[in-house]
């Protein structure tokens, strides 16, 4: 895919996620004032209210008010014809030299504003798809042999998650308590998790809503996701293995989920598209797809024990995963599941092949066999109270480099 070649008035570092080809939405507040809609470009927020009011998006004939809403849901209801003439214009003012001036007044520093939850999340779905790590759990927790379950490489297997407890980037999270069995132990203990782990994900949020009874096809799929996020699925391990059976996981996940701030179009991601795995046995027809549905997009996890430096722990990539997002909503609305803009849809655990691309401590440490090796001496198996877990994505080719920033969350002690 040829990109045309864009050069933008605003000062953006080296290696900076926010180029002009990125422009990711997200929802902000700045000093005292209310919630509104910006844009991240270099180190600056453009701020859309801000834009609007200066005259500068008339042309797009777009009701001012979404801009000044506290999620995106309404901007993102307007429909993709909008979201692409919305982006198309930004990139027009931010390379125009001659207004300069006038669109420097609706920029901010991100350092001077506080960024808050994107959308509204109405539902939650969390897949099940990369085949690296359903592999290696199966291996540790079922027959090294037999490590997948029959059904999973015939469809996308999901949970459906808790909404409520999806938080923005930089949210302490405290650690859960809950009920578990001990290794030898004829009856269940009641305490603070002493499991604790991250999962690398990303989430796409749905852009545009159906009605139930209503399924989505393959091939319209992408019609229905704005963007994507990095997404943290916190979770502990020993609550999750007890309760698991037969239903699947409760409050081994649902007391919190972490997402990045700044959601990633579509529409920038376009030229990363990458060929998905080959899946073997052959599909069903609902879920044969066309083209190249998977995306490049470099995924890092650190983790930084209090007072110390970062420590990357995990190199894996968003391309990895068997099932992609056509296939799980093609799925995930089969039997006429409705959506719903501002729904988010997490990939599950991302894996790749390699002992380094592992998503989570329970590959990385196996099951707590082996000690992950951070510096100074320092070691983990599974999270301590106050690490900070960062979560980085981005996607670079030829020149062009677009990025989701990061997902932190520090971990806090259990509240009593």
């Known amino acids: 895919m040829n990109i045309p070649k864009l050069k933008t008035w605003v000062a953006i570092p080296e290696k900076s996620d926010f180029t002009i080809y990125n422009l990711p939405y997200g929802i902000y507040q700045f000093e005292e004032n209310s919630p509104a809609v910006g844009v991240a470009i270099g180190e600056e927020v453009l701020r859309l209210d801000q834009l609007s009011s200066l005259g500068l998006l008339a042309e797009l004939k777009i009701d001012e008010s979404v801009f000044s809403k506290r999620y995106l849901n309404d901007l993102i209801t307007l429909g993709k014809p909008v979201w692409s003439g919305l982006r198309k214009r930004m990139q027009e003012l931010l390379c125009d030299v001659a207004i300069q001036e006038i669109v420097e007044n609706a920029l901010v520093k991100m350092e001077h504003v506080k960024m808050l939850m994107p959308v509204k999340v109405g539902d939650y779905t969390d897949f099940y798809s990369s085949i690296e790590h359903a592999t290696n759990v199966g291996k540790m927790f079922r027959d090294p042999d037999n490590a997948l379950l029959p059904n999973w490489k015939h469809l996308p297997v999901a949970y459906h998650g808790r909404a409520s407890s999806i938080v923005v980037s930089g949210t302490d999270i405290n ?49 229905h996701i704005f963007g994507l996020v990095l997404f943290n699925d916190w979770s502990a391990r020993d609550i999750q293995k007890w309760e698991y059976v037969p239903l699947g996981p409760f409050l081994g996940k649902n007391f919190a989920s972490s997402i990045s701030p700044w959601i990633v179009t579509m529409e920038a991601l376009e030229p990363f598209r990458t060929e998905g795995a080959e899946q073997e046995p052959e599909v069903l027809p609902y879920l044969k797809y066309d083209g190249n549905k998977n995306y490049d997009i470099n995924l890092e996890v650190y983790l930084q024990p209090e007072s110390r430096k970062e420590n990357l722990i995990c190199q894996s990539n968003f391309g990895y995963l068997y099932w992609n997002m056509c296939q799980q909503l093609a799925h995930h609305t089969i039997n006429g599941c409705n959506i719903n803009v501002g729904d988010m849809m997490a990939s599950g655990t991302i894996s790749g092949k390699g002992e380094n691309e592992f998503g989570s401590m329970l590959e ?28 980085r994505g981005f996607a670079e080719k030829g020149g062009i480099r677009v990025g989701f920033g990061e997902v932190r969350g520090k971990l806090l002690p259990t509240k009593s």
Do not use: H, Y
Not at 183 to 196: I, Q
């Open 364 to 391: 990385l440490s196996w099951g707590g066999k082996n000690k992950i090796q951070l510096d100074e001496e320092i070691t983990r198996t599974f999270l301590e109270d106050n690490d900070m877990v960062i979560m």
């Open 175 to 223: 650690r859960p308590k809950g009920q578990k069995m001990p290794p030898g132990a004829e009856k269940p203990v009641f305490g603070p998790s002493s499991r604790m782990d991250f999962e690398l994900e990303m989430a796409f949020v749905i852009g545009k809503d159906t009605q139930l009874g209503t399924t989505i096809s393959t091939k319209e799929a992408e019609d």
